[in-house]
């Protein structure tokens, strides 16, 4: 189902190819969570944030944000939303719809990408 045309929104959880990387990005084929409007931008990209298996460290980290699996958000366990790796990545990499996340995770993910680029910074 990889391509260039499909209909990815905001809030969906998709599984995407996050390979090749570089360094110490994020690799591997996973889910990621459409973090942009659905009206920016003219290309054919999306801003997504990766996710990952849940690991108790993750409590300390302030830019994971936990999230339970449920038949509503695709996910199959316990994950974590990275919201330091943040992306922009072509409709080509998305490979598979898992789900949608509510809005008040899809807010609190926000105000973590936010607090990510500078802890000063404030949603109003």
Not at 111 to 118: A, C, F, G, Q, Y
């Amino acid at each position: 189902m990889m391509g260039r045309h499909m209909h990815i929104e905001q809030a969906q959880v998709w599984l995407i190819e996050f390979y090749p990387n570089v360094g110490s990005e994020i690799a591997k084929r996973r889910p990621g969570l459409v973090v942009s409007h659905d009206a920016i931008g003219r290309l054919p990209l999306k801003t997504v944030v990766p996710i990952t298996d849940w690991k108790e460290q993750y409590e300390d980290y302030p830019w994971m944000v936990k999230v339970k699996h449920h038949s509503s958000n695709g996910l199959e366990k316990l994950s974590a939303i990275d919201c330091f790796q943040i992306k922009n990545l072509s409709h080509e990499r998305f490979v598979e719809k898992l789900g949608k996340v509510d809005a008040d995770l899809l807010q609190k993910v926000h105000t973590t990408i936010v607090k990510t680029l500078n802890p000063m910074y404030a949603i109003r």
